[in-house]
């Protein structure tokens, strides 16, 4: 859905003013050299026993050392706030959920509702754990516009690789490749986590309850002591992110699998959602790859941009 259709209820095509997205700071991840892949062996069927249709670590192999150029990754994963303002620029595809959630209505839009039908939006498109039936309508707005401040800093989510992709490039940024991403999140050293080789589950957002009504997603930083030390935030865990590359076999690597090729991108990261009710530290290893259709779109999949070289001057779109 596009946003000059209905959201919410409400024919908005005119009318949606554009709020200035807030530029995600980028990260400096230095040129040289980092361990990439792994080696380890699924030695006790682990991946059988959690129904894993992916056998575990065979497509990280090998381990090897790559060099790579200067780069920047954005600090924070991309958020309701940022992609906001490029929907509206560009009367983009919606993000899955967005025709429903009622984050587009802004508060001249409100301002037209009677009290019935903002009574109604509270309670049914912005779930308000209120009685809405005898508020005001000027404590409705205030309590609509205050629900839609805390989707700002969440990340957005719902987005296919292709408009992921088109983000990107409409902030001069790019989707990150493969190799950039887990050296932003294993270091020079190979880490298994961000921050560093022992699993914790206090440090992310993984196999999260329902929170906020957003099932589970976190404010992006929510987590400082998960982040990298080069100071990337959620690099495990909260969404799975978005890489640039097909999903095919590093050089090297001899397994065979039918998911190879170029039907399939890869996703990093881990989301919130864990499997089940499980939450399964393998999954949010630096190392780990996780093919998805491009055309994909999760509640619990996002990403994050990187730039080459010199570092966007400015965060507007285009």
Known sequence: M????????????????????????????????FIMGSNQVDADNKAQEFGSIKPWYLDERPQRQETLPAFYIDRYEVTHRDYRDFV???????????DKNG?????????????????????DTYHLDMDTRKMSRAKLIDAITAQQKRLDKLPVSGVTW??????????GKRLPTEAEWEKAARGTEGREYPWGNDWDPAR???GSALRDGEQGVAPVGSYPKGRSPEGVYDLAGNVMEWVADEYQPYQ??????????????VARGGGWGGVGHYTISHFYRGAYRFP??????????????????????SGKGR
């Open 252 to 265: 090297g690597n001899q397994e065979v699998s039918e998911l190879y090729g170029k039907k399939y991108r």
């Open 103 to 123: 984050y587009l209505l802004n508060r001249d839009l409100l301002e037209m509702g009677d009290q019935p039908t903002l009574s109604r939006l509270a309670t």
């Open 204 to 206: 992310l957002n993984a």
């Open 162 to 171: 292709t408009a992921a992709r088109d983000y990107c490039a409409w902030k």
């Open 88 to 98: 509206m620029k560009n009367n983009y595809w919606l993000p899955q959920g967005w």
């Open 2 to 33: 596009k946003i000059g259709r209905s959201v919410g209820g409400v024919f908005v095509a005119a009318w949606l003013s554009s709020a200035a997205a807030a530029e995600s700071e980028m990260v400096l991840i230095p040129a040289g050299p």
């Open 292 to 313: 998805l259709a491009p055309g994909s779109t999760f509640v619990d999949l996002g990403f994050r941009c990187a730039s080459s070289g010199a570092k966007p001057k």
